[in-house]
């Protein structure tokens, strides 16, 4: 994704708590989108932030089954787990 469409989604972002207010499931997956998007870019600390962002808001909206925690819940694990294997290849590397 094109940065042009992480400027538009810190826009709508911003637009969405202003409208709908926080907590709202439609500002938790603008969340996860900007999560992603970050992720894309290989920034990894900001696609956590708001990965587990999306996480929080989703739990305290759905509870803990519901389809959009098990999507922001698997981005994160699915980062996590990747962070891990970078680290492990670099260690690797290093010795």
């Not at 997956?29 to 989703?58: F, K």
Request: hydrophobic content about 30%; charged content about 20%; overall charge negative.
């Amino acid at each position: 994704m094109s940065d042009n469409s992480e400027e538009k989604y810190l826009k709508a972002l911003q637009l969405e708590k202003q409208v709908f207010g926080v907590p709202h499931s439609i500002v938790a997956n603008t969340l996860n989108r900007l999560g992603a998007i970050y992720d894309q870019q290989q920034n990894y600390e900001l696609a956590e932030q708001y990965y587990r962002q999306s996480l929080e808001m989703s739990q305290q909206l759905f509870g803990q089954e519901h389809p959009d925690v098990a999507l922001s819940m698997n981005n994160l694990a699915s980062l996590c787990n990747y962070q891990s294997f970078l680290e492990e290849k670099q260690n690797n590397n290093q010795g």
